[in-house]
């Protein structure tokens, strides 16, 4: 799932896509990696269990926030 919220600059989106990154994490086990574009701004997007980002994708990954919850049941 990626998470976007209505900003107004770019230092305005990485914050809160960070802030959006850290909220859901306890919550999850999946990872939320923040990823910068330089003409839409930063979006917090979870990790899905489906294997590694694409390339283009990871390339832009600036940070990492991991998931706290444990995934065995």
């Known amino acids: 799932m990626t998470t ?4 107004k600059s770019h230092a305005d989106s990485n ?3 960070r ?5 859901r994490a306890p919550h999850s086990v999946l990872d939320r990696h923040l990823i910068e574009d330089r003409q ?3 979006i917090a997007l ?11 994708i990871a390339a832009g990954a600036v940070q990492t926030v991991h998931g706290a919850m444990v ?3």
């Open 4 to 7: 976007r919220a209505p900003v």
């Open 15 to 17: 914050f809160t896509a």
């Open 19 to 23: 802030a959006l990154a850290e909220q």
């Open 40 to 42: 839409r701004g930063s």
């Open 46 to 56: 979870d990790k899905s269990d489906y294997g590694a980002l694409p390339l283009f």
């Open 71 to 73: 995934g065995d049941f």
